[in-house]
């Protein structure tokens, strides 16, 4: 599934995915804040960010959990085409994905929206096969190599632009923007829809893995001790992988070239966020109830956080637009003398958890109370549809920095728009399957 827009009715919800999608946003959140620029990091914020690249592999580890619920939950109901629906929706996704491409202003690469919808895709059509879990282990290894194989081919011209840029320069910076383009456009189309940023490979790994180890453990509990040790060697295996030659590994555990992000998962990335994100789902999958029951606090964190995971599509918009407003104002203060040179590293993300965490509660009523209005899908689109078109006359008269803003708040409201959407093409296909048991 994706983020923000579950297939399920509130009492089929799992509240551990949801504190595990929830858990994301927060890494994501502090992730973003640092990387606005790294600079020469110090020791604290290598250490931070080193323990940040698995927020993306949360999300899609998770998308496979959702898969397998949906499965389960539509296996009672035969004449409901469920592929159809589950297919048709992540198109939907897809496209309305390219809204925060825009706001990111990166066209040439998928962003998180277009590779959540074609690996939940592919995955879906995967998991709902009678393989055993070895096939889909095999096939998931097999396609990592041949990831791996392109991105150590591709080494030589990274290593270039690696010597070449600032250390730790900010993904706006016009060098990095140069280099990002100059990278993509020696890519071919399929090049990049499978190998570059969140391509399908080897993002779709991560979808699959984490549907075949929940329906593993679900279907028999004896097996969550060996799915255990393997994200442990997993993750033993990735941090050991840190050491290898330079080129099969991106150099430093923080990553802090833009360039690298783009082809992030070197052995390093890949298996120690696998690792990560697995012992994530066991740890909850067996001790989130039991720790959520002790004390009021206890249970108010797990709850904020679960609700961060049901609105994680509408975080994972909204955040970009109070990070971009933070440093903005600080620069703007700056410019004016009341403040020296940019925001520390650290003053960034304690900010950014200031600005954003209270901020998402009346994010998501609006989005709640918005929703319950008669003419809420056409309203949104309408709000949607207006506020791309200003933004895109506002790129065009090269108001940049504003038409970023209202880029972002046009991703806002597709995320509103998002779920509703899905609502309508749920009852569609309700439609076609009561037809089709009447004429039956």
């Given at each position: 599934m994706t983020p923000g827009a579950t297939d399920s009715s509130a009492s089929a919800r799992i509240s551990y995915i949801d504190f595990f999608k929830g858990l994301a946003c927060l890494i994501m959140?502090?992730?973003?804040a640092m990387r606005f620029h790294i600079g020469d990091p110090d020791c604290f914020a290598n250490l931070l960010l080193a323990v940040q690249p698995p927020f993306a592999q949360l999300f899609f580890f998770a998308s496979g959990m959702n898969i397998i619920l949906v499965l389960e939950r539509y296996r009672s109901r035969p004449h409901f085409p469920i592929t159809a629906y589950?297919?048709?929706?992540?198109?939907?996704?897809?496209?309305?994905?390219y809204l925060y491409s825009f706001a990111r202003l990166s066209l040439n690469t998928?962003?998180?929206?277009?590779?959540?919808?074609?690996?939940?895709?592919?995955?879906?059509?995967?998991?709902r096969t009678k393989w055993p879990t070895w096939v889909h282990l095999l096939i998931c290894f097999g396609l990592y190599l041949v990831y791996?194989?392109?991105?150590?081919?591709?080494?030589?011209?990274?290593?270039?632009?690696?010597?070449?840029?600032?250390?730790?320069?900010?993904?706006?910076?016009?060098?990095?923007?140069?280099?990002?383009k100059t990278i993509l456009t020696g890519l071919s189309l399929p090049q990049r829809w499978l190998f570059a940023n969140f391509s399908l490979l080897p993002w779709v790994c991560y979808t699959i893995l984490g549907g075949v180890a929940f329906r593993s453990v679900r279907e028999n509990p004896r097996t969550a001790k060996w799915w255990g040790i393997g994200f442990a060697l997993c993750l033993a295996g990735g941090f050991g992988s840190a050491y290898l030659p330079l080129g099969l590994q991106i150099g430093a555990l923080?990553?802090?070239?833009?360039?690298?992000?783009?082809?992030?998962?070197?052995?390093?990335?890949?298996?120690?966020?696998?690792?990560?994100?697995?012992?994530?789902?066991?740890?909850?999958?067996?001790g989130y109830d039991r720790w959520k029951r002790r004390g009021k606090v206890g249970r108010a964190i797990a709850e904020y956080i679960e609700f961060l995971g049901i609105f994680s599509f509408v975080f994972f918009c909204f955040h970009w637009l109070c990070l971009k407003l933070m440093i903005h104002a600080w620069g703007?203060?700056?410019?004016?003398?009341?403040?020296?040179?940019?925001?520390?590293?650290?003053?960034?993300?304690?900010?950014?958890?200031?600005?954003?965490?209270?901020?998402?509660?009346?994010?998501?009523?609006l989005n709640i109370a918005w929703g319950k209005r008669?003419?809420?899908?056409?309203?949104?689109?309408?709000?949607?549809?207006?506020?791309?078109?200003?933004?895109?006359?506002?790129?065009?008269?090269?108001?940049?920095?504003?038409?970023?803003?209202?880029?972002?708040?046009?991703?806002v409201g597709a995320a509103y728009l998002y779920p509703a959407l899905r609502g309508?093409?749920?009852?569609?296909?309700?439609?076609?399957?009561?037809?089709?048991?009447?004429?039956?």
């Open positions: 959140l502090q992730s973003h589950y297919l048709w929706g992540a198109v939907i996704l897809f496209l309305i994905g998928w962003q998180i929206f277009q590779g959540i919808a074609a690996c939940i895709a592919v995955a879906f059509l995967m998991l791996f194989r392109f991105r150590v081919g591709l080494e030589p011209v990274l290593m270039w632009y690696r010597n070449t840029l600032p250390v730790g320069v900010a993904p706006d910076d016009p060098a990095a923007i140069i280099a990002m923080s990553g802090d070239q833009v360039t690298d992000a783009l082809f992030r998962h070197v052995p390093y990335h890949a298996f120690s966020a696998l690792g990560i994100s697995g012992l994530a789902w066991l740890a909850c999958h067996y703007l203060a700056a410019s004016w003398g009341w403040l020296r040179g940019e925001m520390p590293i650290h003053l960034r993300w304690i900010v950014a958890f200031a600005l954003v965490c209270p901020l998402m509660v009346p994010a998501a009523r008669k003419h809420f899908v056409s309203e949104a689109a309408a709000f949607t549809a207006g506020m791309t078109v200003l933004s895109i006359v506002l790129l065009l008269a090269k108001a940049v920095r504003l038409s970023n803003y209202f880029a972002f708040i046009a991703c309508l093409l749920k009852q569609y296909y309700q439609g076609k399957q009561a037809q089709q048991v009447s004429a039956g």
